[in-house]
């Protein structure tokens, strides 16, 4: 079946634009991620949203990034006002929540460099 | 402090010989889980072994074994008869259920494994 689509695959934009980033979630998986992988950072989560609890937020790195999730499948990552430092591949993750490990899937990531 | 800690950034093995990639972690949650995935140079994570704390044994999956220590906190990575292709980052990664099926990964800082024939 299909994986997590990400779109786009590259972005550039200069500081001070707001970007939009989508993720496509595998088919009925109720849990979506978003992380992003840096060189200085590693891989760090942002947010999470799990059906239709509150998404848990904690890893937001500023006001100026937002996530939604709409009807309980795609989801788009905004970034306001870019930052150099927001340069980053922005990698989206689904799971299940009833099988044996529910690991996560991956998609292939958004590579984001701010001018 | 730092919840997963991969000491290696790099380990080179010769093609056909195993390698040890080594991970600890720091948890107070008594449930938790802990996760493998590999990067290639393409980039996409692909899952490779999972180890439940409470599982009795450690887990297998084809070429890859977890050797999972749990009052030393550590959960290694041997694959057994490497590859060229097994040349990629490796990631050891926690989920710290508290109860749940989901949640977020931590991640460690990765291991760049270097396969030579």
């Known amino acids: 079946g299909a994986g997590v689509s990400q779109s786009p695959s590259n972005k550039v934009t200069e500081k001070g634009k707001d970007v939009e980033l989508r993720c496509d979630p595998i088919?009925?998986?109720?849990?979506l991620y978003w992380y992003r992988q840096s060189l200085g950072q590693g891989l760090e989560f942002l947010i999470y949203?799990?059906?239709?609890?509150?998404?848990?937020k904690s890893g937001l790195p500023s006001d100026r990034f937002s996530a939604e999730r709409t009807g309980g499948s795609v989801s788009t990552l905004t970034i306001q006002r870019t930052q150099q430092e927001d340069s980053a591949v922005y990698l989206c993750?689904?799971?299940?929540?009833?099988?044996?490990?529910?690991?996560?899937?991956f998609g292939p990531g958004t590579r984001l460099t701010v001018l | 402090a730092q919840k997963i800690t991969q000491t290696q950034p790099g380990m080179f093995v010769q093609e056909k010989e195993a390698v040890t990639l080594d991970c600890t972690y720091d948890?107070?949650?008594?449930?938790?889980?802990l996760f493998w995935y590999k990067q290639p140079s393409s980039g996409e994570m692909i899952f490779l072994i999972y180890?439940?704390?409470?599982?009795?044994q450690n887990a297998t999956e084809g070429r890859y074994s977890l050797n999972f220590q749990k009052a030393r906190k550590s959960a290694n990575l041997v694959i057994s008869a490497s590859q060229l292709g097994d040349s990629a980052m490796y990631f050891c990664?926690?989920?710290?259920?508290?109860?749940?099926?989901?949640?977020?990964?931590?991640f460690g800082q990765g291991t760049i494994l270097t396969v030579h024939p």
């Open positions: 993750a689904s799971s299940s929540t009833s099988g044996p490990y529910n690991e996560q899937f």
């Open positions: 088919s009925g998986h109720t849990a």
């Open positions: 949203f799990q059906g239709n609890s509150a998404p848990d």
């Open positions: 948890t107070s949650d008594p449930s938790y889980g």
């Open positions: 180890q439940g704390s409470y599982d009795q």
């Open positions: 990664a926690m989920r710290e259920r508290g109860g749940t099926s989901y949640g977020k990964l931590t």
